[in-house]
């Protein structure tokens, strides 16, 4: 008899020090590697993997009261750890109901992989994104 799979139904991550903490109820609604510079800058990166969630299906667990929201553009703010600077999360206007969360913090893997480069018209030349990644390159406009 074959072992049955073990189905991923939820994950958690953490800022650096461990101050804000997220648990998040799979599936997620998408994950993708954003090139735009507002994600670049705040993140000291040449890019931000992001998957976004349903905000019902994700917690967010502050102890401390450490998370704070930065109005990073008009209709959008970016959630940050005061305590040790990590970027977790983004929510805008423009994405009504989602939260969308820095890959790189979660505990594990997420439950699907990249589908997409968003924002690659403003990528910078200096960070190698391999071609045959397979991944459709979306502009700013869409």
């Known amino acids: 008899m074959a072992a049955a799979e073990t189905v991923m139904t939820h994950a958690r991550g953490a800022c650096l020090c461990g101050a804000v ?4 109820d ?3 609604k998408w994950v993708a590697h954003c090139h735009c510079t ?4 705040a993140h000291g ?3 931000v993997t992001w998957f976004g969630m349903e905000t019902a299906q994700a917690r967010i667990v502050d102890d401390d009261a450490q998370l704070h929201w930065l109005a990073s553009s ?3 703010e970016r959630g940050f750890c005061s305590r040790c600077g990590s ?5 805008s206007e423009r994405w009504p109901g989602e939260l969308h969360i820095a890959l ?3 505990d594990g893997e997420a439950d699907r992989a990249p589908m997409a480069h968003v924002y690659w018209d403003t990528h910078v030349p ?3 994104v391999d071609p045959a990644d397979g991944l459709p390159r979306k502009s700013a406009s869409g």
């Open 21 to 24: 903490r997220f648990e998040v």
């Open 26 to 28: 799979w599936p997620s």
């Open 38 to 41: 507002l994600c670049r800058r």
């Open 45 to 47: 990166a040449a890019y």
């Open 74 to 76: 008009p209709g959008a």
């Open 87 to 91: 970027t977790l999360f983004f929510r």
């Open 104 to 106: 790189a913090n979660l």
């Open 126 to 128: 200096w960070a190698d």
